[in-house]
């Protein structure tokens, strides 16, 4: 197992990570951060230095060079190769998250499924069970509800179109394909109510496709499951005047 080399916290900044595998994430682009950005400033130095150094005052005649011999194509090689190298790190690092968010699915402790359509959002939820489609699944429009701690796999469909399960707070990010159910998981960190949104334009009412996850306490969800239980379970013999 590869540990990253720093604790990330830019993003942090903006937007808080609340699943196992956000700071990983973070991580990867922090690295790109500090790698892209240190080269620019040594680039952005030596640019200037020479604008500077060789100002027309100071050497009022221009040489021609064509760049051939290997005393000047030093200058090229040595920085190409230096570069090559910054690449294969953030690969390796890159793979490795990758396969841990995508491809590693970590058993399941509950089950919810995610329907994108033009615009909005349904999630189904497995009820106390933990399994989908049994007489206690929850369905709700454009509010998921999750609990702290808890593995969760998520079956991903669209009606339509193509949209994209956005969770920021997760930093996960899922197209969502007609005709197909795609798996992956996540596992919350930090309770709170967050956003959730479509992150592929899908037609003209793409912008208004936002939700909202709560990410409850194991005591919140349970309460909000018992309120929210399916009107047969409810109750054994339902009275239809203590419907709404
Ligand atoms: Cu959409």
Known sequence: MLEPLFQPFLIDWLVPSASTYADDIDFLWELIFWIVGAWFLATEGIFFWLIIKFAKKRSPKAQYITGE????????SYPHMAVLVFDILILVFAVKVWYDVKQDLPPAESTVRVIGQQWAWTFQNAGPDGKLDSADDITTMNELHVQLGTVYHYKLEALDVLHNFSVPVFRLKQDAIPGRVITGWF???????????????CGIGHGLMGARIHIETPEQHAAWMASHAPISLASATPDVSAEE
Do not use: M, N, R
């Open 69 to 76: 011999l290997k005393s000047q194509k030093q200058y090229i």
């Open 187 to 201: 596992e919350p960190t930090l309770t709170g109510e967050y956003d959730v949104q479509c992150a592929e334009i």
